[in-house]
């Protein structure tokens, strides 16, 4: 490591000695260098750049109530923007209103100038803070060789990048409404055709449908009392039919003997009694229905007329019952009167008529009810087959409810949207800081240039003189000597000089240390001025 270092000292010591030596070669390259690129810099045009800040501002309702519309990030936003704003036209429109490059116009096609102004124009993205955040501010700039149209340039940016952006965030939001309103109309129509087919479906099946199926129930137990009712009813007027054409039998059988036949109703069963135990069965059994329902119901009705039929039929019994009392007491006295017989016999053919028309219509309302029992038997066992029908066309009724329902929500919100971008309260984009008015030029850089130059005139004259160093293969001290002979150095004699020599050696010195000096100040006060001017 010692060694490292040793060797090191020599080499810096070595290299330091010749650029003493040849100190000419290297002040004189880096006094030319250094003051011709000042000069070159201050022969350079003076460009100035004015430059503004616009802030992206969110939309300023809350999205929780409004939600935004366009998802088209900030970036690609601006990029599309970009190319909008810096379109051939746009350009050749801004160049031609502030009357840019006057002596490039001279030589140079539209298409060039174009090139040129989009190469002046700079937009640079901002992102505030650590973290990787969505774009919130951008800079834009131009660049002029007049600080009085690179501000107004720069205004008239700013304006062009505002409007795209209202612009084409409405043009975006419109379109955005239009299409979901398209799309709408078009889900409006398929749950009208959901809707007529669900309509026809229940009318075709009508009666057999889910939610009739209660009702159904309901109905067809009505109908099994109704039956049972009129079964009973049907077994009395039998009952009854079978009394008739027995005490018409007996009518019939005294006509022909001309006499009442003693012990008849005796013999036999009271029919005013037989009467009178149906008429209150039948009154019990009305009672029954009232406590369940109303009067008007069609068996209580029913019940009624035959309680005034067996009323009816009670008078004429009693009165048959009388006739046949005194047609017994007058038997040997009296002979019956053949009016009187056929009357009673008249009476009751015509409640035998009356029975027998009764108990038809109680066999066709028993067919009547037994085959409304089966339909609505039938309607039951085919109501399941019905639900899954129905389920599966509600099933596509209710995906083109939700998917109606859904775009109708997604226009209402577009709408809103889109009315608060054309309230200008929607993202948008405003200036923070107002194009700038340049005071001083922004290029070119002189102070640089004229360092560049400095540093490029010392680096060709140190070159230089390790060049010439290179070329003189003079010996100049022990080191040197023993390095370029292999024999061992045997006497030393040292530099002895005369008084004379002496003294101009020390002039000559004195002289070249003024003379680098008098260099030195001179480059020094060159890039003092450089920066001065700057």
């Not at 000419?24 to 810099?41: E, K, M, R």
């Not at 009705?301 to 035959?306: L, M």
């Not at 009816?312 to 047609?327: I, Y």
Request: one cysteine or more; aromatic letters at 6%; a negative charge.
């Amino acid at each position: 490591m010692a060694e490292q270092d040793e060797n090191l000292d020599v080499i810096l010591g070595r290299l330091l000695r010749i650029a003493m030596r040849r100190r000419w070669w290297v002040l004189i390259p880096a006094t030319i260098i250094a003051p011709c690129a000042a000069l070159i810099s201050f022969l350079l045009p003076n460009h100035y750049v004015s430059e503004a800040s616009i802030l992206v501002e969110g939309q300023q309702v809350p999205e929780r109530y409004v939600a935004a519309n366009t998802t088209t990030d900030v970036r690609e936003s601006l990029l599309i923007m970009t190319d909008a704003v810096l379109s051939r036209t746009q350009l050749l429109g801004i160049i031609d209103q502030f009357g840019l490059y006057p002596k490039e116009r001279k030589s140079l096609v539209p298409e060039q100038l174009v090139e040129l102004m989009r190469g002046n124009i700079k937009i640079v993205p901002t992102d505030k803070g650590s973290e990787e955040k969505g774009l919130n501010t951008f800079n834009i700039s131009f660049t002029s060789d007049d600080p009085r149209s690179a501000q107004k340039v720069t205004e008239r940016l700013t304006t062009l990048f505002i409007n795209e952006n209202n612009e084409s965030s409405e043009e975006q939001s419109t379109g955005t409404t239009k299409f979901l309103a398209d799309q709408l109309a078009t889900a409006e129509a398929e749950l009208k055709q959901w809707d007529i087919r669900v309509r026809d479906f229940k009318m075709s099946y009508l009666g057999e449908l889910p939610e009739q199926q209660q009702g159904n129930l309901a109905i067809l137990g009505g109908l099994h009392g109704q039956l049972q009712n009129t079964m009973a009813s049907l077994g009395r007027a039998r009952e009854q039919q079978v009394y008739l054409q027995s005490l018409l039998s007996q009518y019939q059988d005294l006509a022909a003997a001309g006499v009442a036949v003693p012990g008849t109703a005796a013999a036999t069963t009271n029919p005013a009694d037989t009467i009178k135990a149906e008429l209150a069965k039948l009154r019990d059994e009305r009672a029954d229905l009232l406590a369940r329902y109303t009067p008007k119901y069609p068996d209580v009705v029913k019940i009624d007329e035959q309680i005034k039929e067996t009323e009816a039929l009670l008078k004429v019994a009693t009165g048959a019952t009388a006739q046949s009392k005194d047609e017994t007491s007058q038997q040997n006295s009296t002979p019956p009167e053949p009016t009187e017989r056929g009357s009673a016999i008249a009476q009751l053919k015509s409640q035998l008529e009356a029975n027998r028309i009764e108990t038809q219509n109680d066999l066709a309302e028993q067919k009547d009810i037994e085959s409304r029992i089966a339909e609505y038997q039938r309607r039951l066992n085919l109501t399941p087959v019905r639900e899954q029908q129905l389920a599966d066309l509600l099933r596509g009724y209710d995906l083109a409810k939700k998917n109606y329902d859904d775009l109708l929500n997604k226009k209402t919100q577009s709408e809103l949207a889109t009315s608060l971008i054309r309230r200008q309260q929607g993202e948008r984009f405003q200036i923070i800081d107002q194009p700038s008015f340049p005071l001083k030029p922004s290029s070119p850089a002189r102070v640089k240039i004229s360092l560049g130059g400095l540093a490029a005139g010392i680096a060709f004259g140190l070159a230089l003189a390790f060049f010439v160093e290179t070329r003189n293969h003079s010996l100049r001290d022990e080191e040197e000597l023993r390095n370029a002979f292999s024999f061992p150095l045997l006497l030393g004699l040292p530099l002895t000089l005369t008084k004379a020599e002496e003294r101009r050696r020390s002039r000559v010195a004195l002289l070249g240390w003024l003379a680098g000096a008098a260099l030195c100040l001179l480059i020094g006060a060159t890039e003092f001025y450089v920066y001065w001017r700057s």
